[in-house]
């Protein structure tokens, strides 16, 4: 087998499976190990794939600004804020941060809701704002314009004196293994900060975030109360279960 059909075989196993391991690649190939972790090398270094310790992971969605974001899966992010419509309920302190997906899931809350909501993202307190019930507390901070949120030390010391009922957090990339994570340090610790003061953690993933990763780690997957996601395998599934999450999908 060539090395460009090897490295396709590569990319070709890691879409279906979601993770690849160097030592079981060289078998399956019947190649060396040292020949695989070449592969897997240049495959990262093309920006195909997210090399890891063991072997390698999907690259996942590329990260694209809010507005980009917005035209994306539309109709799989309308699916997926429905199904959390019913974890929501009225006195609730609830805390939102950035992401297409939330901002549906706002778009949607019934006008008659009664609660308090917490964000740091001025397009979901923009959402709100027929909604005469919902008290909105905006968080403020330095404006990250490629995700429409508000980041920095302004933004964490809010939230030090904050308690909430449930977080709704924007997931970028997500493993079971190795956690949730970002592409930005500032809004991984921020993302931080907001689970640490939460009771309930939900996360609402597009198939395509899952067994992904990102360069910066916001807490391990086992933090999330409820993952809501969409065409999901059941072996992919059960990883997610077996960490107590409560999986929708």
Known sequence: MLKQERQQKIVDILNEEHKVIASDLSKRLSVSEDTIRRD????????????????????????EDFSTRQGIYNEAKVNLATRALDLIKDEMVILIDGGTTNLQL????????????????????????????????????TLFKQSMVN????????????????????????????????????????????????????????????????NHIVCPTDHLTYLITDQVKPEIKSLYENQKIIVMD
């Open 151 to 214: 980041l920095g030390i302004d933004t964490f010391e809010s939230l030090t004196t904050m308690r909430a009922d449930l977080y709704i957090m924007g997931i970028y990339k997500i493993d079971p293994e190795i956690g949730i994570s970002v592409p930005s340090l500032s809004e991984a610790l921020v993302k931080r900060k907001m689970a640490s003061i939460s009771t309930e953690i939900l996360g609402m993933v597009t198939s395509d975030k899952l067994d992904t990763i990102s």
């Open 40 to 63: 897997l090398k240049e495959l990262d270094n093309q920006g195909v794939i997210k090399r890891v310790h063991s072997g390698a992971l999907r690259k996942g969605p590329p990260v």
């Open 106 to 141: 706002v778009h949607q809350l019934p006008l008659s809701l009664k609660g308090t909501v917490i964000t740091n993202s001025p397009p979901i307190a923009m959402a709100l704002s027929n909604h005469k019930n919902v008290e909105v507390i905006m968080i403020g901070g």
